[in-house]
């Protein structure tokens, strides 16, 4: 057995942890529904549901994870009493871990083959309409869809298989670091356009009328939501970066640096975004459609756009690859722990096994588009998503609050012993009714609704 590795600095650790949480869903979809829902009013709520929702658990899977000091794959096995089911939750979080992957390496493909499309001045004097058509005409072709999803998965295991400090750690580190910077530059190029000041305001004044306006009970749904899938818990994809640090600090602390790192990209996301929308009348709406055909239109309206837009989507595939990294180390400390892999062999099987895994995803937007397994329009990454999102997360976030707080499970004495060793912030002792008897009422309404809303909305 190889002996685990550890992170070399704790910032290493809030900056992996922070980068797979910052996924897509920052910013194709926060800064919308933060829109639909009346801007600073809905962002006050999020941010509720954040600390009581989001942080709780996460500190849950942290805790698993470090005192385990295995992955998703065994960890349930370390802790759990003798003769219980715990662990079969460790199965559900790899395929969890694989799923994810087999979607999100084709979106990380489509950002950096934008890159590409922006560096090159692909979209320079094109009509709306054709700018739309670039994005449709990509999906449409499954060998360069194809060739992108590779470069995503060769550079992210190429990444992993120089090992956690030298390589998850140390190229994260720089990828945030620059994200961040770019995020700064297009922000202060977005509030300083002309008529800017409409997008602002829609964005950061509370607009308590929208949330009467949608029904109080959809908007906190919609901020319950996001808090809780913005975080992607339930899978063990924070549990493994917790078995890589040490005890100094406490467990709630760390959990809140990164909630808060999080939800401040976001943020910065919209004040990309809205501004942007607003000087030049287009509306914000949702989805990959933000991202590839309304922002690259604002891109060429703008001066200098071929640059704002290249620098936009060089963020975007930081942003997509970090989760990318986080995961596949997940997936790759799944092989060490389970069958005491060598790194080098872990990297070299799933490498393949994503590749082929991957295809599905890729193909389903063109040769195999017929197949719409969720109803008419939808795709095969619509059922991954689906499943990932709709099943795997809020189920498998149940099962780590119940096996924390249950003297079934792991138990109470033991989660906060582990949660609260070190500096920093404790986890509130009173919370233990919330978190044992609430909080996965609130779970399983997540998760019931998020049914209901597919199928019955």
Not at 57 to 83: C, T, Y
Not at 221 to 244: E, R
Not at 305 to 316: A, R
């Amino acid at each position: 057995m190889e002996k685990r590795e550890k992170f070399s600095s704790r910032l290493g650790f809030i900056l992996i942890s922070a980068g797979c949480a910052v996924g897509l869903g920052n910013v194709w979809r926060f800064p919308y529904i933060t829109g639909k829902y009346g801007g600073a009013a809905f962002v006050l709520i999020y941010l509720v549901f954040l600390v009581i929702l989001g942080m709780p658990i996460m500190a849950m899977e942290f805790a698993v994870g470090r005192a385990s000091q295995k992955s998703a794959a065994r960890s349930f096995h370390v802790l759990e009493p003798k003769g219980s089911f715990w662990h079969l939750e460790g199965y559900a979080a790899m395929a969890g871990n694989y799923l994810l992957m087999m979607f999100y390496t084709t979106v990380g493909g489509w950002m950096l083959a934008y890159v590409f499309k922006m560096i090159s001045g692909t979209f320079t004097g094109l009509s709306p309409e054709e700018v739309g058509g670039v994005f449709s005409g990509m999906l449409g072709e499954p060998g360069p869809m194809t060739f992108w999803m590779i470069v995503t998965v060769i550079l992210s295991f190429g990444i992993c298989s120089l090992g956690l400090r030298n390589g998850v750690e140390r190229i994260t580190k720089i990828m945030m670091a620059f994200l961040f910077l770019i995020l700064v530059i297009l922000c202060v190029r977005s509030v300083t356009l002309e008529g800017a000041a409409a997008g602002l305001s829609f964005y950061l004044v509370p607009d308590f009328g929208k949330v009467a306006e949608n029904g109080a009970g959809e908007v906190i749904f919609a901020a319950m939501g996001q808090a809780f899938f913005t975080l992607s818990l339930g899978i063990g994809a924070m549990a493994i970066f917790g078995s890589y640090i040490s005890k100094d600090r406490t467990l709630m602390g760390e959990s809140l640096n990164i909630c808060a790192l999080d939800t401040l990209i976001a943020l910065m996301a919209g004040l990309v975004i809205f501004p942007a929308c607003f000087a030049f009348g287009v509306d914000p709406g949702e989805g990959p459609g933000l991202v590839f055909v309304t922002l690259p239109n604002i891109f060429n309206q703008m001066a200098g756009g071929q640059l704002w837009g290249t620098l936009f989507f060089i963020f975007m595939s930081f942003a997509a690859l970090s989760t990318v990294i986080a995961v596949f180390e997940n997936i790759i400390s799944f092989a060490i722990d389970l069958w005491g892999w060598s790194r080098k062999k872990a990297v070299l099987v799933n490498l393949i096994l994503i590749l082929v895994l991957s295809m599905p995803c890729v193909l389903g937007f063109n040769l195999w588009s017929g197949f719409a397994p969720l109803g008419a329009g939808s795709t095969i990454q619509d059922l991954e998503d689906f499943i990932v999102s709709n099943n795997l997360l809020p189920l498998g976030s149940l099962v780590y609050l119940l096996f924390c707080t249950s003297r079934y499970g792991w138990g109470w004495k033991n989660f906060i012993a582990e949660a609260d060793a070190g500096e920093g912030i404790r986890f509130p002792k009173w919370a233990r009714f919330y978190v044992s008897y609430i909080l996965p009422l609130i779970v399983l309404f997540i998760f019931v609704m998020g049914y209901w809303q597919k199928f019955a909305g």
